[in-house]
C-alpha cells in the first residue's frame, strides 16, 4: 500500500515538474538567484562594511532591474524552448496554455480554493465558468464603461467629446481611449469583481461570483486591521461607555471607510422615512 502510495506521488510530482510553466518559473528564479547569490556571498564576508554593503545592494538591484523587460522575458522563452528541444526524447512536457484559446486549464488550478472554501464553492463548476468568463471579459468590461458616457452623477468619470469637431473619428478615438483604460489594470481580482457585479454576471456565474467575492475580502495584510483599532480608540471613548454594539459597528465603519461615496440625499430620505416630525421640517 505504501509503495502504491509513494507511486502516484511521485507520478503527479513528475507530472508537475514537467509541465512548461514550471520549467519558465525555474528558468526566471534561476537567472534572478545567479545575481543575488553574489551579494549574498558578499554581504555574509566577515570584513564586509556599510558602504560597500550598500554598493553592492545597489548593483545587485540595478541588475535585477534590467531583467523586466521584454527582450529578457523573450531570452527566458528561448532558453525554455531550447531546454524542452535538448529534453524532447527523453521526456514529454506539457504544453503552457492560453485558458482563452484552448479551453484547458491546470488541473490544480481551483484545488487549493476549494479545499478551504468548498462549502461555498463547487471546483468544477468554478472552472467551467471561468473558462466561459476568460473569452469574453474585455467585452463584458467595455459594456460596463459605456454608461460613463451618460452617466449624469458620475461627472469625474465623463469622457469629453467636441460635437462641433470636423474629425470623423473623434468617435473612434475616444472609444479607443476607453478599451485602453479598461484593459489597463485589468488583472486585479477587485478590477473583476466590479465588471461582474456592476454587469449583472452574478446570476449567469454565481459560482466565480462568490468565489470573487470571497477573494477580495481576504486580508493582504494587518495593516486594515491595525487602522480599526486605531480609530476604535477615538471612537469607544470612556465617555461613551454605553453605546450599543449596534452604534458602534455603524461608527466604526463611518470612520473607517471614508473612501466609500455616500449619497446624501438618499440618507436624508431614509433618515426622514422614519420620523414624522423630521419630514415636515425638511418639506
Given at each position: 500500500?505504501?509503495?502504491?502510495?509513494?507511486?502516484?506521488k511521485a507520478g503527479s510530482l513528475l507530472e508537475y515538474?514537467?509541465?512548461?510553466?514550471?520549467?519558465?518559473?525555474?528558468?526566471?528564479?534561476?537567472?534572478?538567484?545567479?545575481?543575488?547569490?553574489?551579494?549574498?556571498?558578499?554581504?555574509?564576508?566577515?570584513?564586509?562594511?556599510?558602504?560597500?554593503?550598500?554598493?553592492?545592494?545597489?548593483?545587485?538591484?540595478?541588475?535585477?532591474?534590467?531583467?523586466?523587460?521584454?527582450?529578457?522575458?523573450?531570452?527566458?522563452?528561448?532558453?525554455?524552448?531550447?531546454?524542452?528541444?535538448?529534453?524532447?526524447?527523453?521526456?514529454?512536457?506539457?504544453?503552457?496554455?492560453?485558458?482563452?484559446?484552448?479551453?484547458?486549464?491546470?488541473?490544480?488550478?481551483?484545488?487549493?480554493?476549494?479545499?478551504?472554501?468548498?462549502?461555498?464553492?463547487?471546483?468544477?463548476?468554478?472552472?467551467?465558468?471561468?473558462?466561459?468568463?476568460?473569452?469574453?471579459?474585455?467585452?463584458?468590461?467595455?459594456?460596463?464603461?459605456?454608461?460613463?458616457?451618460?452617466?449624469?452623477?458620475?461627472?469625474?468619470?465623463?469622457?469629453?467629446?467636441?460635437?462641433?469637431?470636423?474629425?470623423?473619428?473623434?468617435?473612434?478615438?475616444?472609444?479607443?481611449?476607453?478599451?485602453?483604460?479598461?484593459?489597463?489594470?485589468?488583472?486585479?481580482?477587485?478590477?473583476?469583481?466590479?465588471?461582474?457585479?456592476?454587469?449583472?454576471?452574478?446570476?449567469?456565474?454565481?459560482?466565480?461570483?462568490?468565489?470573487?467575492?470571497?477573494?477580495?475580502?481576504?486580508?493582504?495584510?494587518?495593516?486594515?486591521?491595525?487602522?480599526?483599532?486605531?480609530?476604535?480608540?477615538?471612537?469607544?471613548?470612556?465617555?461613551?461607555?454605553?453605546?450599543?454594539?449596534?452604534?458602534?459597528?455603524?461608527?466604526?465603519?463611518?470612520?473607517?471607510?471614508?473612501?466609500?461615496?455616500?449619497?446624501?440625499?438618499?440618507?436624508?430620505?431614509?433618515?426622514?422615512?422614519?420620523?414624522?416630525?423630521?419630514?415636515?421640517?425638511?418639506?
Open positions: 500500500m505504501t509503495d502504491r502510495v509513494s507511486s502516484v515538474l514537467l509541465q512548461e510553466r514550471f520549467l519558465l518559473t525555474a528558468f526566471i528564479f534561476k537567472k534572478i538567484f545567479d545575481k543575488t547569490s553574489t551579494l549574498s556571498e558578499c554581504l555574509q564576508s566577515v570584513d564586509i562594511d556599510l558602504c560597500a554593503a550598500i554598493s553592492h545592494v545597489e548593483q545587485t538591484l540595478n541588475i535585477i532591474k534590467t531583467f523586466r523587460s521584454d527582450d529578457e522575458f523573450k531570452n527566458l522563452i528561448q532558453a525554455k524552448d531550447d531546454f524542452i528541444q535538448s529534453k524532447n526524447k527523453e521526456f514529454s512536457f506539457t504544453p503552457l496554455p492560453e485558458v482563452a484559446e484552448t479551453n484547458v486549464i491546470p488541473k490544480d488550478a481551483f484545488k487549493g480554493f476549494s479545499e478551504i472554501y468548498g462549502k461555498f464553492v463547487d471546483e468544477e463548476s468554478l472552472k467551467h465558468e471561468y473558462i466561459q468568463f476568460s473569452k469574453s471579459y474585455f467585452d463584458f468590461e467595455k459594456i460596463m464603461n459605456l454608461p460613463l458616457k451618460f452617466d449624469d452623477t458620475n461627472k469625474d468619470s465623463w469622457i469629453q467629446f467636441d460635437t462641433d469637431s470636423d474629425d470623423d473619428n473623434g468617435d473612434d478615438i475616444q472609444y479607443n481611449k476607453i478599451d485602453q483604460n479598461s484593459k489597463e489594470n485589468s488583472g486585479t481580482i477587485n478590477t473583476i469583481y466590479k465588471v461582474v457585479h456592476l454587469s449583472g454576471l452574478k446570476e449567469i456565474f454565481p459560482t466565480m461570483y462568490t468565489a470573487l467575492s470571497i477573494a477580495v475580502t481576504l486580508p493582504v495584510s494587518s495593516a486594515s486591521s491595525e487602522r480599526a483599532f486605531s480609530k476604535l480608540k477615538l471612537v469607544k471613548t470612556r465617555l461613551r461607555s454605553t453605546m450599543s454594539e449596534d452604534r458602534l459597528e455603524a461608527l466604526m465603519i463611518m470612520a473607517c471607510e471614508l473612501d466609500v461615496q455616500i449619497d446624501t440625499e438618499c440618507v436624508i430620505k431614509y433618515f426622514a422615512s422614519n420620523s414624522s416630525v423630521l419630514a415636515k421640517l425638511l418639506t
